[in-house]
């Protein structure tokens, strides 16, 4: 059975409903004549209510664009696109692309021109935010790169054996990793201190939370210093099971925050504080990476000064930071 031929009620029909398919898209549609007079439009919004009329109210560069292409298609009657962006003083920069037609009479001439705009600012934006986060991404990558080299670097200046580097550089990386899964779980903010603490120590001990003694501030610090604080955490955490509070069931260690000035000259310093077995040479243990890293890699990162005593029967490591690697909440 064939259909029968549309009536003029349905051409009216389809009409209107791809007026109101355009509407909810978005979508501004003009038809002018040869002279680039606006016969009809529909769904237009500022700027383009008066864009296409003889008081225009695009900036002159961007309506002689919009001139230029027009005769273009008047005078080869084929197709053209263009982007247009135009300075909106409450909401930024905004986007829109536009189709420009040729309506063609039964001779080929062509009658007139069809404009379509689409806005595409949300797309752009989008995208200028795709971008940014992109150069962060492999920016905050060749710092890790850097990281990861020098512990590279630094682990084997003191390494015996290759079996020797290999087990201190995996728990270095794996350091690394444990802070970079904070600063990504908190889209590149960077992590709390006593959170990265925990987390390093907790790789080490059973209970951290009990063997961990806070006092003072919990500072949010930025990516750099999460990662460099707790590669310092790591290494005292390695030396703290060998011979340190962590090698006892009852040990613990006193981590403490104190903020020393104010605003531009403010700075942060971070102690960790432990008691170790009597009779520990702890003393040679200065010659190995732990307190290169933690005297001179870790300090040199944050802009900052440390300092690490091992006494007889104590542990005593202290860094200070200013405040650009950290913010109080």
Do not use: C
């Not at 104010?262 to 200065?286: F, Q």
Request: hydrophobic share 40%; proline share 4%.
């Amino acid at each position: 059975m064939m259909a029968a031929p549309p009536t003029q009620s349905d051409h009216a029909k389809l009409d209107a409903a791809l007026l109101y398919v355009s509407r909810n898209a978005g979508i501004a549609v003009f038809y002018q004549d040869r002279n680039l007079r606006t016969i009809w439009s529909h769904n237009a919004t500022p700027p383009w209510v008066a864009a296409h009329g003889d008081d225009a109210t695009l900036p002159p560069q961007q309506a002689d664009r919009l001139v230029a292409a027009k005769k273009n298609v008047i005078a080869s009657g084929k197709s053209e696109g263009l982007e247009v962006s135009l300075a909106d003083h409450s909401e930024g920069m905004r986007w829109y692309d536009l189709w420009i037609d040729a309506d063609l009479g039964e001779s080929g001439e062509v009658d007139g021109l069809i404009l379509t705009i689409v806005e595409t600012t949300e797309q752009k934006r989008r995208e200028q935010t795709l971008r940014a986060l992109l150069r962060e991404v492999s920016h905050r990558s060749k710092n890790l790169l850097a990281i990861i080299q020098s512990i590279a670097t630094q682990t084997g200046r003191y390494s015996g054996s290759i079996d020797t580097f290999l087990l201190r550089f995996r728990g270095r990386l794996q350091s690394i990793a444990s802070s970079q899964d904070l600063v990504t779980s908190s889209n590149w903010r960077g992590a709390e201190f006593r959170e990265l603490v925990v987390g390093q120590v907790g790789r080490y001990a059973a209970n951290p939370q009990r063997m961990l003694r806070f006092s003072g501030e919990d500072p949010y610090l930025n990516p750099n210093a999460a990662l460099h604080v707790g590669l310092a955490v790591h290494e005292l955490a390695v030396n703290s099971v060998s011979y340190g509070a962590l090698s006892r069931a009852d040990g613990y260690i006193d981590v403490a925050v104190a903020m020393e000035g104010a605003n531009g000259d403010a700075r942060m310093g971070l102690s960790w504080i432990e008691t170790i077995a009597p009779g520990t040479d702890a003393v040679s243990r200065k010659k190995k990476f732990g307190s290169v890293a933690l005297e001179r890699i870790v300090p040199a990162a944050l802009n900052g000064t440390a300092e690490l005593d091992i006494g007889p029967d104590k542990v005593s490591y202290r860094l200070f930071m200013p405040k650009s690697n950290f913010e109080l909440e």
